[in-house]
Structure formats: C-alpha cells, structure tokens
C-alpha cells in the first residue's frame, strides 16, 4: 500500500497554503486595491476580467513565460515530425518490408 497522505491546513491559517496565498496577493495588488466597488454587480465584472486576463492571456513562468492560451495551442498543435511513432509490422511482429523500402519502388 502506498503511503500518500492528505495535508492538513487548518483554519484560519491560509500561510500554510503557498500557492493560494501567492494567488491572493497578485489578486489584491493588480485587482481589488486598484478598483472601488460600488455594487456587487461591478465586482462580480472586474474580478471576472481579472480572471480571463490571468488565466488566458497573463504570462506565467511555470509556462516558460508565455500565456496559458498560447502554452495550450502549442500542445495542441502538431509537431512537424511525429515522435515515437512505429514503423508498421507484419502479422508477425516483424517490420513489414514492403511498407518500409516505398524509396526503393519505382515511381511512375
């Protein structure tokens, strides 16, 4: 059995959290100390730019400093020369010669 546990934080100690206190301070610092809500409505609007910035379009460096958005299209995006891709066999296992010499065939 492996020996995986769960961490425990407790309540009212979010420093024990580095990634969702790292969030909360860029969160404060670029958004909510910037802005003077009025309504709820428009908090509920900055605070939804705030998030499609951050996660589409903001530069982040566990990404190689590019955007979420961009990262993804080159993971989608197929690369040129296929990777670990095997030649086809022959019912027998074995590479199927007439598929593997097609520069040997004559071309008409």
């Given at each position: 059995?492996n ?12 420093w024990?959290n ?12 670029e ?31 566990r ?7 961009g ?12 990777v670990?891709?095997r ?21 008409d």
């Amino acid at each position: 059995m492996n020996q995986v546990k769960t961490i425990y934080v407790d309540p009212g100690s979010p420093w024990q959290n580095g990634f969702v206190e790292s969030f909360h301070g860029r969160l404060r610092d670029e958004c909510l100390n910037r802005e003077q809500f009025w309504t709820l409505t428009e908090a509920r609007v900055v605070i939804e730019d705030f998030r499609q910035e951050y996660n589409q379009f903001r530069p982040h460096s566990r990404l190689g400093y590019q955007s979420p958005a961009g990262f993804a299209q080159k993971q989608i995006t197929p690369s040129s020369a296929p990777v670990g891709l095997r030649p086809p066999c022959a019912e027998d296992g074995q590479p199927n010669q007439n598929q593997l010499n097609t520069e040997e065939m004559p071309l008409d």
